[in-house]
């Protein structure tokens, strides 16, 4: 996939985005014309592809270097292989793009591709409410699991603060024969699924 981004409307573009998502990180310099190689943390990087402004916080632990820029205005972004390459205005040559190493990359929720009909992104999912058809709480979702064939939702069960023993969470995979409803406006999510499975 190739992509030019399209432009995005803020009144300041460079303002960080009260619904900041964490999409990826900067592997390193690829090339020598200031390109750098990107891990999405998405087996599906569109949101990556389809935003022009990536906002960068340093490495978990590590202090902002003077030569992280706040964001990134991206002027290309294209499939490379196994992963991601990009270019950004202001990132000439390998060593700017080798000064943005490890940072951490976040993009406004609003600018996620909007998601086919029973299609969701991870992030919507984590915090809603999962009820079974008798109307039981099964707990929060906390996180999924990516298994290959489908994810799995990870469940907090009601009494219980994160984080918990992963034998203390109910794992319900996220596929139809047991997803009946996702409410995003209600955050629920309905399941066919006991409280002693």
Same mark, same amino acid.
């Given at each position: 996939?190739? *992509? ?18 964490? &999409? ?31 906002? !960068? ?6 202090? &902002? ?11 290309? /972004? ?8 990009? *270019? ?6 390998? *060593? ?34 999962? /009820? ?8 929060? /979702? ?10 799995? !939702?990870?469940? &907090?069960?009601?009494? !219980? ?20 409803? &996702? ?15």
């Amino acid at each position: 996939m190739v *992509n030019t981004a399209a432009p995005e409307s803020r009144d300041d573009p460079s303002a960080w985005p009260e619904d900041a998502v964490e &999409v990826g990180r900067v592997l390193d310099a690829w090339g020598i014309k200031g390109w750098v190689k990107v891990q999405s943390y998405s087996t599906d990087a569109q949101a990556l592809f389809a935003s022009r402004r990536w906002f !960068l916080q340093p490495p978990e632990g590590k202090p &902002v270097a003077k030569s992280l820029p706040p964001v990134l205005k991206i002027l290309s /972004v294209r499939d490379h292989g196994e992963g991601i390459v990009a *270019n950004a205005e202001g990132v000439a040559d390998r *060593n700017a793009a080798e000064a943005l190493r490890g940072a951490r990359i976040f993009i406004s929720r609003a600018q996620f591709p909007k998601s086919d009909t029973d299609e969701y992104y991870w992030i919507d999912l984590i915090g809603l409410t999962v /009820v079974n058809r008798q109307g039981e709480t099964l707990g929060d /979702v906390v996180g999924l699991l990516d298994t290959g064939p489908h994810s799995v !939702l990870r469940i &907090v069960p009601p009494g !219980l603060t994160p984080p918990v023993k992963p034998d203390q969470e109910r794992l319900v995979p996220f596929v139809s024969a047991f997803i009946d409803a &996702v409410s995003l406006e209600e955050r629920r999510i309905t399941v066919d699924w006991g409280l002693d499975y």
